[in-house]
Antibody, heavy 121, light 110 residues
Framework: QVRLQESGPGLVKPSGTLSLTCVVSGGSISTSDWWTWVRQPPGKGLEWIGE???????DYTPSLQSRVTISVDNSKNQFSLNVFSVTAADTAIYFCARRSTKTCYGCFDFWGQGALVTVSS | QSVLTQPPSVSAAPGQKVTIACSGS????????VSWYQQLPGTAPKLLIY???KRPSGIPDRFSGSKSGTSATLAITGLQTGDEADYYC???????????FGGGTKLTVL
């Protein structure tokens, strides 16, 4: 059973950088799957942020592409998210998830529990 | 403004059936597989339906999915109070090269 766990600061100052890491256990990150970040502002819906393959290929949602980077560390079986120049609008619960290419045609079959990040001075 | 359109809320009585629609376009639902997620209050989303109409192990057959053209539908029969949750459709958008979700539908079991 694959498990994902997010970690990182829960409070970030405006104009600062939001950094989160997702540790994958119970399976290798070096597979054909895609490793994804999704966020959910308080009381709102899910927003797909971006994803990375084990080889480092990335895709980002157009609205955030200029402020986001996702990286992978195969040796530590983890991947990370950086969101730059944050504002209060970036306050959200951030989930990491696996987008499977084997279990299904691109569904998110495993999710982390989520990490609340608040942007405030 | 979500790329996929869902009704904000639906409701029905225990034991009844409810359907949740998800509308998109040829660049997303029309040419890609749809999945559905259930999010209970305070928890992470959970995969409910994948590849338009398949259920992961452990998901009751009260939950079913279908797709036609650029729309998809989630149906839940024999409603239970424990089904009260937010439901999201999701797929890939080929034109955006990005994953997309619907805005979510809150199910109330009266």
């Amino acid at each position: 059973q694959v498990r994902l766990q997010e970690s990182g600061p829960g409070l970030v100052k405006p104009s600062g950088t939001l950094s989160l890491t997702c540790v994958v256990s119970g399976g290798s990150i070096s597979t054909s799957d895609w490793w994804t970040w999704v966020r959910q502002p308080p009381g709102k819906g899910l927003e797909w942020i971006g994803e990375i393959s084990h080889s480092g290929s990335t895709d980002y949602t157009p609205s955030l592409q200029s402020r986001v980077t996702i990286s992978v560390d195969n040796s530590k079986n983890q991947f990370s998210l950086n969101v730059f120049s944050v504002t209060a609008a970036d306050t959200a619960i951030y989930f990491c998830a696996r987008r499977s290419t084997k279990t299904c045609y691109g569904c998110f079959d495993f999710w982390g529990q989520g990490a609340l990040v608040t942007v405030s001075s | 403004q979500s790329v996929l359109t869902q009704p904000p809320s639906v409701s029905a009585a225990p034991g009844q059936k409810v359907t949740i629609a998800c509308s998109g376009s040829t660049s997303n639902i029309g040419n890609n597989y749809v999945s559905w997620y259930q999010q209970l209050p305070g928890t992470a989303p959970k995969l409910l339906i994948y590849d338009n109409n398949k259920r992961p192990s452990g998901i009751p057959d009260r939950f079913s999915g279908s797709k036609s053209g650029t729309s998809a539908t989630l149906a839940i029969t024999g409603l239970q109070t424990g089904d009260e949750a937010d439901y999201y459709c999701g797929t890939w958008d080929t034109a955006l090269s990005a994953g997309v979700f619907g805005g979510g539908t809150k199910l109330t079991v009266l």
